[in-house]
């Protein structure tokens, strides 16, 4: 869907990442990240960042970059990046009702702005309700259509390459 509208798949990951939940990076990271070339990210940070899309600060040496919240379009763009993934509802019940959820990625193709029918998840925290996943496995195809693979890990092992969509 995202595809179709953005033709710039760097800028594609940099909307999902920085609208999908409040996430913020560095030129550096965001390429490693994204396994692009620090000049292509470069090249969409300063198209969102000169539309206003995304506010650059400077912490030492390093621009962090971040959504602009105040933007009028923020909630808009923060929403279909929301329905894109199909996750919104989801995200609620699952935090809810999960348990101790520290944090909530989005890996795999989604995280990079593919719909392959397939939404894969990484939950962080301790004593989760596998019982309920399961269950909310069944009913999250039958609402959005996708497939979502979901792995639990009590902590958070440091090195997930994907969009954080809960917690901080």
């Known amino acids: 869907m995202l595809d179709s509208l953005v033709t710039s798949k760097t800028r594609i990951k940099l909307l999902l990442k920085f609208f999908s939940h409040t996430n913020s990076g560095y030129l550096r990271s965001l390429a490693k990240e994204f396994d692009e070339s620090t000049n292509s990210v470069r090249v969409e940070l300063n198209r969102l960042t000169d539309a206003g899309l995304l506010v650059a600060e400077e912490e030492g040496k390093t621009k962090m970059y971040k ?78 259509n996708r497939q979502v693979d979901v792995a639990i890990h009590e902590a958070d092992p440091g090195d997930i390459m994907g969009i954080l969509i809960y917690g901080k």
Do not use: C
């Open 67 to 144: 959504a602009n919240e105040s933007h009028p379009f923020f909630q808009e763009i923060k929403n279909m990046v929301s329905k894109f993934l199909g996750l919104d509802d989801l995200m609620e019940r699952i935090v809810k009702r999960m348990g101790e959820v520290e944090r909530a990625y989005i890996v795999g193709d989604y995280a990079q702005g593919i719909d392959s029918g397939t939404v894969q998840m990484i939950l962080i925290g301790k004593n989760l309700d596998r019982d309920y996943l399961d269950f909310i496995r069944q009913k999250t195809y039958e609402k959005v």
